[in-house]
C-alpha cells in the first residue's frame, strides 16, 4: 500500500478539481491509496501516515494561497523540527486565473512551495516534457492549469490538464512506493 495525501486550497473549484484527478491517478496505480483534505483539515498525522504529499495551489496575488502556507507553517513545521518528513515524495499543482499571455506568478506559486517541502527533507519529483499531455499545462514544477483566458474570463481548468494532473500523480505514487521505508538519509 502507498498512501498519498492531496493537500489544497480552492474557492471557486478549479484547483479542487486538480486535486480530484490527482486523486484518480494515486488509486490507478497497484497499491495506491488517496488521501484528498483541505489544507485546513491536515493534521500532523495526515502528513506522517503518508509515503508522498501532492499539495495544489491557486496562484493569489503571484504567490501561494495562505491557507497552504499557514498549513506549511502550522503544522509542517512542528515536523521540520522533528525530522518527520525527510525522504518522502512531494510534488505540486497550481491553477491561475491568467490574464493577458500567461497569468502571473505559478511558477513563484510552485517554486515557494516546492521550497518548503525541500527544507523539510522531502524527495521532489518533477513533471518532465516526456509526459505525454505535458503540451497543455506542463512546467518542469508540475502541471499547471489556467483557468481563465487572456480577458480574464472564467472557464474553467480543461480536461487536458486534468489528465495531465492525473499523470503527474501517477508519477509520483511510483516514486513513494519504490522510496518508502528506505532511510534514504541516515548516516
Ligand atoms: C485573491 C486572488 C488573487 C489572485 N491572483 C492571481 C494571480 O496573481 N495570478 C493569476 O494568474 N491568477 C490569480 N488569481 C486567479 C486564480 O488563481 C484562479 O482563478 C484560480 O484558478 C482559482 O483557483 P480555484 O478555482 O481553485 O479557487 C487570483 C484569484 C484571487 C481570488
Not at 503518508?50 to 513545521?77: A, E, F, N, Q, Y
Not at 513533471?127 to 505525454?132: F, R, Y
Not at 494532473?165 to 509520483?172: E, N, P
Request: overall charge negative.
Amino acid at each position: 500500500m502507498t498512501t498519498i495525501l492531496v493537500v489544497y486550497a480552492s474557492d471557486y473549484g478549479s484547483t479542487e478539481k486538480m486535486a480530484q484527478a490527482a486523486a484518480a491517478g494515486i488509486v490507478s496505480v497497484p497499491g495506491g491509496v488517496a488521501v484528498v483534505k483541505k489544507a485546513e483539515e491536515v493534521t500532523a498525522e495526515d502528513l506522517t501516515g503518508s509515503d508522498g504529499v501532492l499539495v495544489g495551489s491557486p496562484v493569489h496575488m503571484g504567490s501561494m494561497d495562505w491557507r497552504i502556507k499557514k498549513m506549511i507553517d502550522t503544522v509542517c513545521s512542528g515536523l521540520w523540527m522533528q525530522d518527520k518528513m525527510n525522504g518522502k515524495a512531494v510534488g505540486v499543482f497550481a491553477s491561475g486565473g491568467g490574464f493577458g499571455g500567461a497569468g502571473g506568478g505559478v511558477e513563484l506559486t510552485m517554486l515557494s512551495m516546492l521550497n518548503n517541502f525541500a527544507e523539510l527533507g522531502m524527495l521532489i519529483v518533477p513533471l518532465p516534457k516526456i509526459t505525454p499531455e505535458y503540451k497543455k499545462g506542463g512546467l518542469q514544477w508540475g502541471p499547471y492549469g489556467r483557468s481563465a483566458d487572456e480577458d480574464m474570463q472564467h472557464g474553467g481548468v480543461g480536461d487536458e490538464v486534468l489528465a495531465l494532473t492525473k499523470r503527474h500523480a501517477v508519477h509520483l505514487t511510483r516514486a513513494a512506493a519504490v522510496l518508502k521505508d528506505q532511510a534514504i538519509f541516515s548516516a
